[in-house]
C-alpha cells in the first residue's frame, strides 16, 4: 500500500516562531488532507489540498502532486498551535468513496 | 450542520462485553468511514460505506468486529466479545462522492478492561 512519511516527528518551538511540516507520499494520489489533533484528541480539518497552494490565516500549505509532497507552514505560533499534525492521502476510487491512509504525524508542542 | 456526531464518547466494558459504536454522518454525505487510532498504530482505516454499502473491509481486525450501516444517516461498528487490546479511540468520518474531503466525528474512546 501507500507509504505516508512525516517529519520531524517531533517539534518544539518558543512562541511567535515558525515552522514548516513535511509529507512525502510514495505513490499519486488523488487527495490530500491536513488535519490537527487538539490536546483534546478532536481531529480537525486544516487543509484540502491535492495540489497547489491554500492559506488560512497563519496556516499555508503547498502540495507539489508531481514530486509526491505537501508542505504545512505555520507562521507565528501560539499554545493553541499544539498537538499533533497529520497528513493523510487517498488513492481515489471509481467506485466512490475515497479512504484516508494516514502519516504518523508531528507533534508539536508551543511553549511562551 | 452539526457535523458528524458519535456515541458514547466514551465507554468502559468489561472484557467479555458486546461493545456498539455509533455515527451519524454529515446530512448529504454519502460515504463513511470508520478509523481507530492506537499509540502503535496510529490511526488506521477499519471500513468504509458508500451509499450504505461496505465497499472495503480488509481492515477490519477480525470476525469479532461488525459494521453495518442499515440507512444513510446511521451505522454502528459492534465488537463482540470486547478484549482489552481493542481499547482504542474509534473514529467516525463522512465525506461526499466527487468531493472527497472527509470530515471526523469527536471519536469514541473505547477502553475494556
Known amino acids: 500500500g501507500i507509504q505516508v512519511e512525516q517529519s520531524p516527528p517531533d517539534l518544539i518551538l518558543q512562541e511567535g516562531a515558525n515552522s514548516t511540516l513535511r509529507c512525502n507520499f510514495s505513490?499519486?494520489?488523488?487527495?490530500l488532507q491536513w488535519f490537527h489533533q487538539n490536546p483534546w484528541g478532536q481531529l480537525i480539518n486544516l487543509f484540502y489540498?491535492?495540489?497547489g497552494t491554500k492559506q488560512n490565516g497563519r496556516l499555508s500549505a503547498t502540495t507539489v502532486a508531481t514530486e509526491r509532497y505537501s508542505l504545512l507552514y505555520i507562521s507565528s505560533s501560539q499554545t493553541t498551535d499544539s498537538g499533533v499534525y497529520f497528513c493523510?492521502?487517498?488513492?481515489?476510487?471509481?467506485?466512490?468513496?475515497?479512504?484516508?491512509?494516514f502519516g504518523t504525524g508531528t507533534q508539536l508542542k508551543v511553549e511562551l | 450542520d452539526a457535523g458528524v456526531i458519535q456515541s458514547p464518547r466514551h465507554e468502559v466494558t468489561e472484557m467479555g462485553q458486546e461493545v456498539t459504536l455509533r455515527c451519524k454522518p454529515i446530512?448529504?454525505?454519502?460515504?463513511l468511514f470508520w478509523y481507530r487510532q492506537t499509540m502503535m498504530r496510529g490511526l488506521e482505516l477499519l471500513i468504509y460505506?458508500?451509499?450504505?454499502?461496505?465497499?472495503?473491509d480488509s481492515g477490519m481486525p477480525e470476525d469479532r468486529f461488525s459494521a453495518k450501516m442499515p440507512n444513510a444517516s446511521f451505522s454502528t461498528l459492534k465488537i463482540q466479545p470486547s478484549e482489552p487490546r481493542d481499547s482504542a479511540v474509534y473514529f467516525c468520518?463522512?465525506?461526499?462522492?466527487?468531493?472527497?474531503?472527509?470530515?471526523f466525528g469527536q471519536g469514541t474512546r473505547l477502553t475494556v478492561v
Open positions: 468520518a463522512s465525506s461526499s462522492q466527487g468531493v472527497s474531503e472527509a470530515f
Open positions: 505513490d499519486s494520489v488523488n487527495n
Open positions: 489540498i491535492p495540489s
Open positions: 493523510a492521502v487517498d488513492l481515489g476510487f471509481t467506485g466512490g468513496g475515497n479512504k484516508l491512509t
Open positions: 446530512s448529504g454525505h454519502n460515504s
Open positions: 460505506f458508500n451509499n450504505n454499502v461496505p465497499i472495503d
